[in-house]
């Protein structure tokens, strides 16, 4: 197979678009796409002061080299979350981001739950009933509220995480399965910024998960490959499996899934749910300040609260 | 039972002589049938072609070459969460 735009060997082959490319028109073509989506959705433009969520994975990594590529304005954050299990993996994690932001002359800010808070995830998992029952969940709610009240202090215009189509289809069949309105109203690639919440972006919603792995490889992006030990009995990686299955058989699926999805959101899907999700009572949490929905204290402080 | 045993053998050296090449996954071998698309190989092993980038001798390559005899095929796989 060989590259549309200059006949050399393709080293990529996206049958969603019908389209292969060798690895440099790969990592052009990868570039402009991201960009597209950033205008599209209208998530930043290069003013902007911008704060990369870096976890050592390849869609962190590849999203922060092309956005520094393209001169936006961009800051990494790390945040340690202590997991060992045996392979180190959150020390390798943190020495690969450490070294990509230092060959690139990028400025990263690193935060250890555990110095910062007392506890590793680990140690929450463990001694929480949440977090012996759903892990993730708990180093979802941890890394959230670290990463809002970092880009809060620090003044960002916007947060970006690396999620991809993979990543979003997984979280939009789950959602589905569930019924899950309120999550269903919320699955927008661009989250705007409330009081007290700083605004959320996306740029990888539309950028398969292989996409995003070969980037990172024919740029020579070092990456922490292993998988986290927490996640492996997750339910996204079964829904990925899944939906992977239905994408060999029919290229492009999870994209149709995706798109159709944010059709369906910007026609007034669940509009009910969607002006509740955009004006959400919020308090203020009496030890950390961020907001809460609640009142009393907010979801995170409270897990460092239980028994 | 002579002629029952003497098939299973011929079975199986059919079996053996048929060209093969060699995916590895996570340090791994599993060995698959060349003269065939690589993805026809991932896909006889249950592999995912959604799910593994393939490497042939340090480089990226896509999933409709055709597997030689002896090939050393790396599967690197691209899903990732929690």
């Not at chain 1, 292969?20 to 433009?45: D, G, P």
């Not at chain 1, 009393?296 to 239980?306: H, S, V, Y």
């Not at chain 2, 060209?19 to 995912?48: D, E, R």
Request: contains cysteine; positive net charge.
């Amino acid at each position: 197979m060989h590259c549309r735009k200059c006949g050399k060997k393709a080293v990529i082959n996206m049958r969603q678009h019908r389209l292969s490319l060798c690895a440099a028109h790969f990592q052009e073509w990868l570039a402009t796409q991201v960009v597209r989506y950033i205008k599209k959705y209208k998530m930043f433009n290069h003013t902007d002061k911008i704060l990369v969520a870096v976890s050592g994975g390849k869609d962190s990594l590849a999203l922060w080299n092309i956005l520094a590529q393209l001169g936006y304005q961009t800051d990494g954050l790390y945040i340690d979350l202590g997991i060992d299990e045996g392979i180190a993996y959150s020390s390798r994690s943190r020495e690969v981001t450490e070294s990509f932001a230092l060959q690139r002359g990028l400025r990263l800010y690193i935060t250890d739950i555990k110095e910062s808070y007392g506890e590793s995830i680990p140690q929450i998992n463990e001694r929480t009933h949440r977090g012996r029952s759903k892990p993730c969940s708990v180093c979802g709610l941890v890394k959230r509220h670290i990463l809002n009240d970092f880009a809060q202090k620090n003044n960002y215009d916007v947060v970006l995480t690396g999620h991809n189509l993979d990543d979003e289809a997984a979280i939009l069949l789950a959602n589905t399965l569930d019924w899950s309105l309120e999550f269903l109203a919320r699955g927008y690639p661009v989250l705007p910024a409330k009081p007290g919440f700083s605004k959320k972006a996306k740029p990888f919603c539309r950028i398969y998960e292989r996409e995003s792995a070969a980037y990172a490889f024919v740029s020579g992006i070092a990456y922490v490959e292993s998988e986290c030990p927490f996640s492996l009995d997750s339910k996204q990686l079964k829904y990925k499996r899944i939906l992977n299955q239905w994408e060999d058989d029919r290229p492009g699926m999870k994209l149709r899934f995706y798109l159709h999805y944010l059709n369906a959101l910007d026609a007034g899907a669940f509009p009910w749910k969607q002006d509740s999700a955009k004006t959400l009572s919020q308090h203020l949490c009496p030890q950390c300040g961020q907001p809460t929905s609640t009142g009393g204290l907010c979801t995170f402080c409270r897990l460092f609260k239980q028994p | 039972m002579v002629a029952c045993a003497e098939r299973k053998v011929t079975i199986k050296l059919a079996h053996m002589v048929k060209p093969q090449a060699t995916l590895i996954l996570k340090k791994k071998s599993i060995l698959c049938y060349a003269n065939t698309p690589v993805w026809k190989g991932m896909k006889a092993h249950g592999f995912s072609r959604s799910a593994f980038l393939i490497v042939r001798d340090g480089d990226l390559i896509t999933d409709d070459e055709i597997l030689k005899a002896g090939d050393q095929i790396e599967l690197i796989p691209v899903v990732s969460g929690g």
